[in-house]
T-cell receptor
Framework: QKEVEQNSGPLSVPEGAIASLNCTYS??????FFWYRQYSGKSPELIMS????GDKEDGRFTAQLNKASQYVSLLIRDSQPSDSATYLC???????????FGPGTRLSVLP | GAVVSQHPSRVICKSGTSVKIECRSL??????MFWYRQFPKKSLMLMAT?????????EQGVEKDKFLINHASLTLSTLTVTSAHPEDSSFYIC????????????FGPGTRLTVL
């Protein structure tokens, strides 16, 4: 059973702080990793994808991947109240088309 | 980015009726489309994987005769909830992967189904 775990929320950070979201996965052959943001009542939107070990930065977002530790994280710098949402980690193996989603971490950025 | 649309966005129906939800990839061809359902404050639950021109693959516990999926073209997949009951009320979301890409999955805006 392939599993994706995320740190339980809700996570609250003050505006301007760094929010750190964590995700671990069980399938060692996983190759593709994604972070989605989902606002309440809306569908998920892709914010980051990462395929290689190390850091990948896009604006205020940084994804970090460590395949040896089976760990992927998302850092949000200068957090804004508009970042308040549920963040979903998704993992995909090298073969097949199915993604496995984590349960999500709800982030609240307090003004 | 790739755009996926769903129609309708919201539907209310009486118990026993059937409801069809359409999922379209607007600016790309989708090899594969996925159908999810999501209950309030819960995570996504994959219902089925749909490939163009072939039968959908359903997840364990999902009734294929109740949730009919048709993927007739590279830009359109439909989900029909047959003989809907109140327990089928949920948020149904489709997603698509672009033909030639096996990675990024793009979601439609979702359809909120309420069965009275």
């Amino acid at each position: 059973q392939k599993e994706v775990e995320q740190n339980s929320g809700p996570l609250s950070v003050p505006e301007g702080a760094i929010a750190s979201l964590n995700c671990t996965y069980s399938d060692r052959v996983s190759q593709s990793f994604f972070w989605y943001r989902q606002y309440s009542g809306k569908s998920p939107e892709l914010i980051m994808s990462i395929y290689s070990n190390g850091d990948k930065e896009d604006g205020r977002f940084t994804a970090q991947l460590n395949k040896a530790s089976q760990y992927v994280s998302l850092l949000i710098r200068d957090s804004q109240p508009s970042d308040s949402a549920t963040y979903l980690c998704a993992v995909k193996g090298n073969y097949g088309q199915n993604f496995v989603f984590g349960p999500g971490t709800r982030l609240s950025v307090l003004p | 980015g790739a755009v996926v649309s769903q129609h309708p966005s919201r539907v209310i129906c009486k118990s026993g009726t059937s409801v069809k939800i359409e999922c379209r990839s607007l600016d790309f061809q989708a090899t594969t489309m996925f159908w999810y359902r999501q209950f309030p404050k819960k995570s996504l639950m994959l219902m089925a994987t749909s490939n163009e021109g072939s039968k959908a693959t359903y997840e364990q516990g999902v009734e294929k005769d109740k949730f009919l999926i048709n993927h007739a073209s590279l830009t359109l997949s439909t989900l029909t909830v047959t003989s809907a009951h109140p327990e089928d009320s949920s948020f149904y979301i489709c997603s698509a992967i672009e033909f030639g890409s096996y990675n990024e999955q793009f979601f439609g805006p979702g359809t909120r189904l309420t069965v009275l």
